[in-house]
Nanobody, 123 residues
Framework: QVQLVESGGGSVQIGGSLKLSCVVS????????MAWIRQAPEKEREVVAA????????FYADSVRCRFAISQDSTKNTVYLQMNSLKPEDTAVYYC????????????????WGQGTQVTVSS
C-alpha cells in the first residue's frame, strides 16, 4: 500500500519561505511522476507543481511559477516543495500526490494522495 506523508507546513508571514517534504513508501509499481496539489477554502484544487521521474522535467502553475520549486531526493524517496515569496493567496492545505494517469495539471488525474499539510500566510 502506497503511503505519502507530508510535513513542513505551518504559519509564515507574507514574503516568507517554507519547504514542504513528502516521504513515499510502500510503492511496488513504477512511479511516473509526483506533484504538489493545494486546496484553499471554497476554492478548487490546484496542481501547483509536478515532476516527471523519467526525464526530470518539472511544471508549475502560473500562480506559483518563479516562486515555488519542486525537487526530489531519490535516495530518500522524498519530494520537496520550496516555497518562496509567499502570499496570502498561497494559504491552503498542500497535498503530495503520485501516479499520474493523464495530464499533470488536472487534480483528478493523480491516483495517490497524502493526508495534506496546512500552510497559512498572513501579515
Amino acid at each position: 500500500q502506497v503511503q505519502l506523508v507530508e510535513s513542513g507546513g505551518g504559519s509564515v508571514q507574507i514574503g516568507g519561505s517554507l519547504k514542504l517534504s513528502c516521504v513515499v513508501s510502500g510503492y511496488s509499481g513504477y512511479r511516473n511522476a509526483m506533484a504538489w496539489i493545494r486546496q484553499a477554502p471554497e476554492k478548487e484544487r490546484e496542481v501547483v507543481a509536478a515532476l516527471y521521474h523519467r526525464n526530470g522535467n518539472s511544471f508549475y502553475a502560473d500562480s506559483v511559477r518563479c516562486r515555488f520549486a519542486i525537487s526530489q531526493d531519490s535516495t530518500k524517496n522524498t519530494v520537496y516543495l520550496q516555497m518562496n515569496s509567499l502570499k496570502p493567496e498561497d494559504t491552503a492545505v498542500y497535498y503530495c500526490a503520485a501516479t499520474l494517469r493523464g495530464t499533470w495539471n488536472r487534480p483528478g488525474d493523480w491516483g495517490d494522495w497524502g493526508q495534506g499539510t496546512q500552510v497559512t500566510v498572513s501579515s
